[in-house]
């Protein structure tokens, strides 16, 4: 079983909904950080000024690649706007984890459940 | 190559760069980073705590909050992750909750910009 790393950019003002809709599903470790960025509409243009660094906050969390689909659809439906979604709404990336060690107790760790696991 | 990327407790910073530095790794990035660990609480309660409400705040204690912490992200050869690892390991390990995680990841390729140089001589 292999570790899976899924980094998401949301808007800033979803953070905390996907803060809860992860801990709501059995996933509360999770790293916050402030980043600024623009996605491929090149930034939002109003009138002649383009802002092109557009604040957003990244949330990394380390599951098990078995819990990897529930956990995007987890954050995909916590940092949707509206029905549809919007531009700006954000993106996922997932990336695989060679190893994992806790600090406190010094070990690799090969049990995932130390990270959270899918509540049926 | 790998990333090696680790969170640590935000006082154990200056440690943690001279440890690197004595492991004879000198260049990292640094993070201002917000996190949780595994302690599950209720979201409903989390919400009535941040709100104020005193019951809610004592049912859930230290757990489900944030915490500040520094994300530190170093960019090694494969042979020196062990090092690293040991470093970082060595200096933050208080043997209490909240002492950090590290994870080491593939990554595929890094350039220098200065010199455009490609693979593990950029790095080193």
Redesign the interface.
Known sequence: MSLIMIRSVVRPEKADDVMAALMDAGFPAATKLAVAGRGKQRGIKIGEVTYDEIPKVQIMTVVSELDKDYVIKTIVDAARTGGKGNFGDGKIFVSPVDEMYTISSGVKETDLSSIGEARP | M?EV????RMNKMNQTKKALTDAGIAAFFA???????????N?IV??GAAQGYQEAAEVLGSK?K?FA?R?ITVVVPDDK?SGV?DA??SV???????????????LYDSVRVRTGETGNCAIE
């Not at chain 2, 909240?98 to 990841?105: A, C, H």
């Open positions: 790998k990327v680790a969170i640590v993070h201002e980073a917000w996190g949780r660990g595994k302690g599950l609480v979201s989390a919400a489900g944030l912490k994300m992750v690892v970082i390991m933050n390990k208080t043997g209490q909750a909240g002492d950090g995680k590290i994870f080491v990841l593939p």
